[in-house]
T-cell receptor, first 111, second 116 residues
Framework: SQELEQSPQSLIVQEGKNLTINCTSSKTLYGLYWYKQKYGEGLIFLMMLQKGGEEKSHEKITAKLDEKKQQSSLHITASQPSHAGIYLCGAETTSTDKLIFGTGTRLQVFP | SAVISQKPSRDICQRGTSLTIQCQVDSQVTMMFWYRQQPGQSLTLIATANQGSEATYESGFVIDKFPISRPNLTFSTLTVSNMSPEDSSIYLC?????????????FGSGTQLSVL
């Protein structure tokens, strides 16, 4: 079965610093989804990547999918306390609508 | 996007009891999913709630422990039966959108369950 490994598990950065979160799949990704979860809340959709080499940006967050479609990275530029939360990558399985999720990265941003 | 209401938002239960979580969507959807998020962990899919047929459970989850109902295209319930402290988790309902969108799944705000 497909597995998603995220690194790092947790991250504590000072406000204004850049950071990167990685998501590595054991199999080729058919669709890769990034979500953010505020502590104890539901998930907020950030971005979806599908094509090898694809890159998308929204405000200060950029996500990339490598050419082999087995690794994705999420980069936050000039982090702010509002970026704090748990970042989850989700992978589309081949034949259904369900997603499997990575191990998660807990981000804390201090002033 | 879909509006998903989950009830209750949180509960504290005694071991051995059962809790039913409700998930209401503001539009008809084909696919509904139930996820569990144990403390400090990622999301694990429990089952797919199919309208008009039995739910499809993932490995490690069984119907006796997590019975699911899906009486129509806008509503589903998940019951956590005979609870133990290990069932303390956030339970999330999610739906696949019915329109063409990049967002694969919409999520409810979750039910935070603590079992004493």
């Amino acid at each position: 079965s497909q597995e998603l490994e995220q690194s790092p598990q947790s991250l504590i950065v000072q406000e204004g610093k850049n950071l990167t979160i990685n998501c590595t799949s054991s199999k080729t990704l058919y669709g890769l989804y990034w979500y953010k979860q505020k502590y104890g809340e539901g998930l907020i959709f950030l971005m979806m990547l599908q094509k090898g080499g694809e890159e998308k940006s929204h405000e200060k967050i950029t996500a990339k999918l490598d050419e082999k479609k087995q690794q994705s990275s999420l980069h936050i530029t000039a982090s702010q306390p509002s970026h704090a939360g748990i970042y989850l990558c989700g992978a589309e399985t081949t034949s259904t609508d369900k997603l499997i999720f990575g191990t998660g990265t807990r981000l804390q941003v201090f002033p | 996007s879909a509006v998903i209401s989950q009830k209750p938002s949180r509960d504290i239960c005694q071991r051995g009891t059962s809790l039913t979580i409700q998930c209401q969507v503001d539009s008809q959807v084909t696919m509904m999913f139930w996820y569990r998020q144990q403390p400090g962990q990622s999301l694990t899919l429990i089952a797919t709630a199919n309208q008009g047929s039995e739910a499809t459970y993932e490995s490690g989850f069984v119907i006796d422990k997590f019975p699911i109902s899906r009486p129509n295209l806008t509503f589903s319930t998940l019951t956590v039966s005979n609870m133990s402290p290990e069932d303390s988790s956030i339970y999330l309902c999610s739906v696949a959108p019915w329109t063409d969108t990049n967002e694969k799944l919409f999520f409810g705000s979750g039910t935070q369950l603590s079992v004493l």
